[in-house]
């Protein structure tokens, strides 16, 4: 695993898990935010433009509606005043009705009637009163006040028509915007013209601080405006589309948006009256319109800001809360790797990392505890190996030759420590010979086997010690039994088997402990078969080790020239093949006595050779041992 | 019957006429818990040999304590069709049969020199007259067929 220090992952940089879950949270937090804002302002400004617009289009309605009942009710005021006045013909009583027509009207200007010259088709003023408060609040403009907008030519035209009365607003050079109504009186073959001032009209009506009002006639004129600034030429250029758009529109209301070039776009919501000819329209400046919904996005984007930074600075606590543990962790495992197994790491985290964390100390200590075993058991094989090679020196040499005998052991231990044991002691013209079985094998069979074996030297080094009294099979198995009773505690027992070549009598004396019982080749010159061959099975007593009070007998063969002994335990007997079959008695004894003539040692090798071949591979469970003895008494 | 399960063997006890047969059926080793034997003790233990596959030396210590327990409460033990490895112990392990006990019938291992057929024949004990094993043949070409084993040492349980 490579070092933190190191920033790299098997040669790609090395990303903290911290910082891809920031990342992570980030991107994803801004994708939502952004996607949030895209359609909430989208919304929030499609929603608003409506507002704005129906907003401005409600705002012209109300004016334009003002506007209209204003001019009708003097309109209305025009015609009662003229069926009045229409009544006299002494200026004394006109004047006194005006006078009186002035005290519930404080915006009429002037009344002139002008009748028509039948000789020279002109009309001539035969009578006018202009309101005297109003000539005084005007001092300065009175002829202005004075001249009237509407010319003669206008009063013929509309006399010939079949119209009885005229009105429309008119702005004398823009200083004194008023309603003009002409109202033709047949019987007095002329017309009167009465005009109000519509100043209060346009002061009552363009309160809006957010719209400027405008008010022309239909070719476009300004009557009226609350704009602050003067309505020059400029004006007039940037609204002659407009104007050409509203003549063909097709409502009379509506809201158009013109680009005033520097002071960019307005909203321009009109309505036309087309009893008095006027137009009325608002402008707001778009960046004026929308300058509180562009205040709210951006709060809003503050706003969304400010959350993800909150939820950032929570998602770098929460992170940790992961990552901290994570590290602990890794820092945990690269101690491991640096051969510390006993350190435990402390996670509270109360999840699946706290899980994760019980689960690597749960695995440290079992791996600490594997560790000491191995090493227990590497220290335990280390001794098994000494006893091993302690044991092995309980073995003799595995040949030996004198003159009436040839003898050839082979001994393997399924195990390190083996429990089966032979030996031999020559004595005084005396071949003791030993094969022993402990149950089961390994160190506790080991054990009592090495006593048995150092029972058997300590029984002959006994004899030599005293002069060479003759030690009976069944006398060794006595004491034998007494020792594997001690060290076994009667749960080890111990097969044995004691025989005593004497090479002056040429017998073999013998006392069997259970054992399997050894088998003998009686030489003839006829080749050998199963006929050649007996087993020694007299002399049979209980297992060493498990009576105290085991009694064994001794029984005697007598011994001819190239006669064989075999010794030997179950190991190769019971040893089994692939097919799990064990080899048996029959294949044993036919590898024995097959091959009985020949020296022991080529005998033992080659039962050997049979058995292994049939095992096939399959190690045999148990210990082996075979001893041959091979007696040459006429010293063949 | 009542069935003793253990790790390497399992025991069918019957109800037999004169006490209770054991029929053994895998290996006797270690493992043997003779406890559960004795539990089911009776006048006449018959034992049936017939599926025991394997025998080791710790597996013949558990049995001759087994064997020795009841045979001291009075129990009389009978083999009956015993393989030839319980034969082997029954020659070799002094106490594998206790003094009141018999080998009924067992199987002795017959080989024809003809075919190499190998024949596993049940015996009764009480028909054979001293260890000799008797004549038979091959159940595979009808050739005379011999024991195979040493005669006088596989039949070593059988009175002279």
Redesign the interface.
Known sequence: MSSTTEKTINGKRFISLKYKFLVSQLVIFSISLISFLYYTIDLYLGDKTAYIYENSVSHIESQSNFIEKFLSSELNNSKLLFNTINLYNQKSDKIEIVEKFLTTNDIFLDLVFFKLNPETVQFEKKFSYMNPKILRRYKGNRKILRRHGLLFRELHDYYKSGQDIIFRIINTDRVVPHLYVAIKSKKKKGVYVFRYLIENMASSIFQSSSFTDFITDRSGKVLIHSSPEDVNQEFYDVYSKFFDDIKNAKNNSGVLTIDKATKGEFLVSYKINNVFGIITFSEISKTKAFEFTKLIIFKTIIFGILIGLIILIISLIFTQTITNPLNKLMRRTETMGLGDFESTVTVRSGDEIQLLADSFNFMTRKINQILVEIQDKGQMESELQTAKIVQNSLFPPDSLERDPYHLFGFYDSASECGGDWWGYKESRGKLYLFIGDATGHGVPAALVTASASSCCQTILEYIEYFDGQYARPSDILKLLNSIVLLTGGQKILMTFFVAVYDTETNTIEYSNASHNFPIIYKYSAENPTKKSIQALGKALGRRLGDKPDSEYTNEVIEIADKDVLLLYTDGPVEAVNKENIIWGERKFNKSFFSRAKKDPEMIIKGILEDGYAYFDGVPPEDDVILVATKFKIDGS | MATITQKSIEIDVVVCDGGNEFKLKGEIN?DLLIEELIYHKSDLIKVNFKEVVMI???G??EW?KFVEAVSNIGSKIQYFNCPQIIV?QV?????FVPGNGSIETFYA?Y?CDDCENEDKILLKSSDLKGRTAPELKCTKCGELSEI???E??YL?FIPE
Do not use: K, L, R, Y
Not at chain 2, 91 to 95: A, D, L
């Open positions: 270690e080791n030396s710790c013949v210590s001759i082997q020659n070799m392990v002094t106490g291992p080989f195979d084993a040493m006088d040492i070593n």
